[in-house]
Structure formats: C-alpha cells, structure tokens
C-alpha cells in the first residue's frame, strides 16, 4: 500500500477520538465509583444515626467498593450514559443499601433524612472538590514541577464537581425509589401517594426509557446542575492550569 492509499488524516482523527475516550473514561470512572460509594454510605449512616442499624448489621456500611457495584446502576447504566454524550458525562449509582424505616424513631422525619442524606453528601464532595482545584492551584505555583500531575487532579476534581452535581439532580428525580420520591410521596395524598409508591417495581424500567427517549426532558430537569457546576467552577477559574483546561476539552 502506498502513502497515497493510506489517509493519515483520518487515522489520526480515529487514533486520538479513542484516545480521549479512554482518557475521559481513566478520569470519570474512579471519581463516580467513589462518589456514588459515599452517596450509599450517607444513607446508611444517616439510617443509623435515625435507629436502623440494617445497612451496619448487613457489612453494607463500608467503604470496600465491591460491596456497593450494582450490574445496571454501577456499570450499564454509566455506559449508557458514556455512549449518549460521547463519553463526557458517565453518571450511575451503586447499590442501595438495605434500610428498614420501621426502625427509625420518627418515621417520617427518618425517612426525609435518610434519603436526602445522600444527595447531601454529594453536595458537600462537590463543594470540596472546588476547595482543592483551588489549593492545588497554590500548590502548582509554589512547586512549578507538579504542573502536570496537579493538571490531572484537578480535571478529576472538575469531573467530581460536574458528576456530584448530576448525582443530585438524578437523584432527585421524582420517580421510585429514587430519594426525590421519598419526599414527594409525603406531598402527596395518602391514596394517591400508595400508588405512586407502587411504581417502585417499574423504576429501573422507567429510567432506561427516560436515559434511552426522553434525552431532551432529562436534560432540561439536569440543567440547575449544569449551571451550579459552571458557578462553582467560575469561582475557581484563575487557579485552573492551562493543561487542565486542555485536558478537560
């Protein structure tokens, strides 16, 4: 074959297109393991803390990732996710952890806290991930050597803002048993909120046709996140290094 047969210019926009999707993958992957992990360890120390102590007594109060990776929520899901924004956003969940409500002390009260302790502890890893763009920020102009390892820490903490923020608004999609419905179900009336807790059964179904058809209704619902994340990250903008940048894309 030669030269002329072979079109480098398309090799090379196929060669770095795979490139940069294993790379948004290396990036995405272990920040949305460890977040969707602390999201399901809030709600099993929040159950605790309200007088269940199911998630502890079930070894699922624990920080080992293989107790917490569900097949849909965990891998299908963020793959699902990968393939329908070009692999910039991979959002998921891990596997719930057992609560039993009979436990709690005050039901109702037990019940709000332990579901919205999760998308709580989102909120404060997103925050958290804004502190550190800006101190490794610091730290890259005191130590100009680590420009390059601090340009890839805080393209994972840029990851960390966008997916816990996403985290909060998917998780807050009123649809069974995701832990907005935890909180609409009091909203309701009791005859009507005991159907809609019976969607329940139909969850999963009802997110894959939502993740897979209504694209345009999930992301008008995520677009609060979307303009959070360019907020917090506007806050810390000069601290982020051009590499980082360039990384990110």
Do not use: C
């Not at 072979?6 to 790379?23: E, G, I, K, N, P």
């Not at 920040?31 to 803390?49: K, P, T, W």
């Not at 101190?135 to 130590?143: E, K, P």
């Amino acid at each position: 074959m030669s030269r002329q047969d072979f079109d480098f210019h398309r090799f090379h926009h196929y060669y770095s297109a795979h490139v940069d999707t294993l790379q948004n993958v290396l990036f995405v992957a272990p920040v949305l393991l460890f977040s969707v992990i602390a999201h399901e360890y809030a709600h099993g120390y929040a159950a605790l803390r309200q007088g269940d102590p199911t998630a502890k007594d079930m070894g699922r109060l624990t920080w080992n990732p293989i107790k917490h990776i569900d097949p849909f929520l965990t891998i299908i899901m963020p793959l699902l996710m990968g393939l329908a924004s070009n692999w910039r956003v991979m959002l998921g969940g891990a596997k719930p952890v057992p609560v039993n409500p009979a436990n709690y002390r005050n039901l109702k009260r037990g019940d709000i806290i332990v579901s919205l302790a999760g998308v709580a502890t989102n909120g404060v890893i997103a925050i958290a991930a804004t502190l550190l763009i800006a101190i490794l920020g610091l730290v890259s102009r005191v130590a100009p050597f680590t420009h390059d390892t601090i340009a890839i820490l805080q393209v994972m903490m840029i990851y960390a803002i966008l997916i816990n923020l996403a985290l909060i608004a998917f998780n807050l999609i009123p649809i069974p048993p995701l832990d907005g419905s935890h909180v609409m179900k009091y909203l309701l009336p009791p005859a009507l909120s005991i159907r809609y807790q019976q969607l329940a059964r139909f969850g999963f179904l009802i997110l894959i046709v939502l993740i897979t058809f209504g694209r345009g209704a999930l992301e008008m619902w995520m677009r609060p996140a979307f303009i959070a994340f360019s907020l917090l990250l506007g806050t810390v903008d000069g601290m982020v290094l051009p590499r980082a940048r360039e990384l990110f894309g």
